[in-house]
């Protein structure tokens, strides 16, 4: 009974260890402030992923409309993938789902506002519309 315990133990901490292991996304999730600061310093790339568009955060330099197909986009991303890229959309969901697909593409430094707009919004941070 003892040894079954402990084997059983064992198979749960190896399973817990893999997920920690393997799971990590290598997306910050950052606030409005940290995004900000973020977003003036140089050599990083803004990414609005709402759709539809409701406006965006000065100086994005890529709106992309099918969040969902992030590779389709791949002409208009950063030739460097340490390039530090920046992704918001309305609420955080849709650019979670981004962030995570430009991960997938080997970026290194994604970036995620957490809360999105509406966190930017809530900040005293405002949106522009552009189009």
């Given amino acids: ?6 084997y059983i133990m064992g198979i749960f ?14 997306v910050a999730n950052i606030g409005p402030d940290k995004f900000e600061a973020l977003k003036n310093s140089e050599d990083v790339f803004v ?5 539809p568009y409701i406006g965006e955060i000065e100086n994005t330099d890529l709106v ?25 959309c309305r609420s955080g969901s849709m650019s979670t789902s981004a962030s995570q697909q430009l991960i997938d593409l080997g970026y290194k430094n994604v970036y995620n506002l957490e809360g999105g707009i509406n ?13």
């Fill in 47 to 51: 990414i609005n992923t709402h759709t």
């Fill in 64 to 88: 992309i409309e099918d969040w969902q197909n992030v590779a389709l986009y791949q002409n208009d991303l950063p030739m460097d993938k340490n390039t530090k890229i920046l992704v918001y």
């Fill in 13 to 26: 901490v190896i399973l817990i260890a893999s997920v920690i292991l393997f799971n990590k996304s290598g």
């Fill in 1 to 6: 009974m003892k040894n079954k315990i402990i």
């Fill in 119 to 131: 966190a930017w919004q809530a900040s005293g941070k405002e949106i522009y519309e552009k189009r």
